[in-house]
């Protein structure tokens, strides 16, 4: 079976392990930060190429008039009838590997950085040369991943909802749309409101991606500490298999997923220009269907992040291991 080398794979101390907290170099620091930013971009990549197509039938039975689509796979038999795979599933596809592929690398960047944080902070059991974090220490530094990445996630998210809230409601026929395209946004954005209007929900942002960063690292780290194989003694060899990576990855972005959606929720309304105030918001979301309002487009959102999430911890993984066998 194919394996790939787990670089930061977590174990269960045992008696034999020495309890101390990792010190490393400047130099060295700095070097795993740049190869997690690079794997980050690897694995963004790879998240917008798996994950593109579901988004994209997602908007299109939104924006679409009923009756337009029977349902999902009727989407995906037109789309390809019609323009075929490159123009079909792929169509726009250059403005989420823009946005995402950095994205992801400052997430994994950041992550990185938060496991430097919690090294100094606190004390990080190591075992042949590497540092064992808890899932304590995992969710603590998955959560301050989430700072950097916001300055990137807000922006790029509040010109995604308004070009999608744009595609739902198209002008009447002869008047051209508010919006061009992304650029356009940000433009028309900053003219109206400044950096401020550009950011709008950017406190909702980090709400819901400093506890869904939380649960996505953990829950990667603890399934993947649970699948990977373990010598004669008991303890974990290192070597991970694909399916094992692709298994951790897709139950990783269904862990992110569950506890913040309702914020995603609450973020898209008050970015699309819906809402005007957190408390505002969360009101007219809950009188216009109670709690089940807070949950729109739940079910799309789990089907794409199981095989984005997969891909993307494959291509971190495999970025990794290539970065290792080259310059190691």
Same mark, same amino acid.
């Given at each position: 079976?194919?394996?790939?080398?787990?670089?930061?794979?977590?174990?269960?101390?045992?008696?034999?392990?020495? +309890?101390? *907290?990792?010190?490393?170099?400047?130099?060295?620091?700095?070097?795993?930060?740049?190869?997690?930013?690079?794997?980050?971009?690897?694995?963004?990549?790879?998240?917008?190429?798996?994950?593109?197509?579901?988004?994209?039938?997602?908007?299109?039975? =939104?924006?679409?008039? /009923?009756?337009?689509?029977?349902?999902?796979?009727?989407?995906?038999?037109?789309?390809?009838?019609?323009?075929?795979?490159?123009?079909?599933?792929?169509?726009?596809?250059?403005?989420?590997? +823009?946005?995402?592929?950095?994205?992801?690398? +400052?997430?994994?960047?950041?992550?990185?950085?938060?496991?430097?944080?919690?090294?100094?902070?606190?004390?990080?059991?190591?075992?042949?040369? *590497?540092? =064992?974090?808890?899932?304590?220490?995992?969710?603590?530094?998955?959560?301050?991943?989430?700072?950097?990445?916001?300055?990137?996630?807000?922006?790029? %998210?509040?010109?995604?909802?308004?070009?999608?809230? =744009?595609?739902?409601?198209?002008?009447?026929?002869?008047?051209?749309?508010?919006?061009?395209?992304?650029?356009?946004?940000?433009? $028309?954005?900053?003219?109206?409101?400044?950096?401020?209007?550009?950011?709008?929900?950017?406190?909702? *942002?980090?709400?819901?991606?400093?506890?869904?960063?939380?649960?996505?690292?953990?829950?990667?780290?603890?399934?993947?500490?649970?699948?990977?194989?373990?010598? %004669? =003694?008991?303890?974990?060899?290192?070597?991970?298999?694909?399916?094992?990576?692709?298994?951790?990855?897709?139950?990783?972005?269904?862990?992110?997923?569950?506890?913040?959606?309702?914020?995603?929720?609450? /973020?898209?309304?008050? $970015?699309?220009? %819906?809402?005007?105030?957190?408390?505002?918001?969360?009101?007219?979301?809950?009188?216009?269907?109670?709690?089940?309002?807070?949950?729109?487009?739940?079910?799309?959102?789990?089907?794409?992040?199981?095989?984005?999430?997969?891909? *993307?911890?494959?291509?971190?993984?495999?970025?990794?291991?290539?970065?290792?066998?080259?310059?190691?």
């Amino acid at each position: 079976m194919t394996t790939t080398k787990d670089a930061g794979a977590t174990t269960v101390p045992n008696e034999d392990t020495v +309890v101390a *907290t990792p010190k490393k170099d400047a130099v060295s620091q700095t070097l795993a930060q740049i190869r997690s930013f690079v794997a980050g971009g690897v694995g963004g990549v790879c998240a917008v190429i798996v994950g593109h197509p579901f988004d994209l039938v997602k908007v299109r039975m =939104q924006t679409a008039e /009923k009756g337009v689509y029977s349902g999902a796979i009727d989407v995906v038999k037109k789309t390809l009838a019609r323009e075929g795979v490159a123009k079909g599933l792929y169509a726009g596809v250059s403005a989420p590997l +823009v946005g995402v592929t950095p994205m992801f690398a +400052v997430s994994f960047w950041g992550y990185d950085l938060g496991k430097t944080l919690v090294s100094s902070l606190s004390t990080v059991p190591i075992k042949n040369d *590497t540092p =064992q974090y808890s899932i304590a220490q995992i969710s603590a530094a998955g959560a301050f991943s989430a700072f950097p990445m916001t300055l990137i996630t807000a922006p790029f %998210e509040r010109v995604k909802v308004l070009l999608q809230i =744009q595609g739902q409601n198209p002008p009447p026929a002869g008047q051209k749309p508010k919006y061009s395209g992304g650029m356009d946004v940000v433009r $028309q954005l900053y003219k109206e409101g400044g950096i401020r209007s550009i950011y709008r929900g950017s406190a909702m *942002t980090l709400a819901r991606d400093a506890p869904g960063s939380a649960a996505y690292f953990a829950a990667y780290e603890y399934i993947k500490r649970s699948l990977t194989p373990r010598d %004669e =003694q008991g303890n974990i060899t290192g070597e991970l298999s694909l399916p094992a990576v692709l298994t951790a990855g897709g139950a990783a972005g269904i862990a992110m997923w569950i506890p913040v959606f309702p914020v995603d929720t609450i /973020k898209s309304r008050m $970015q699309s220009g %819906e809402g005007t105030s957190i408390a505002g918001t969360i009101r007219a979301i809950y009188g216009n269907g109670g709690f089940r309002a807070f949950f729109p487009g739940f079910g799309p959102a789990l089907a794409r992040a199981v095989p984005a999430n997969a891909a *993307t911890f494959l291509g971190v993984e495999l970025a990794h291991k290539a970065m290792s066998k080259f310059f190691d």
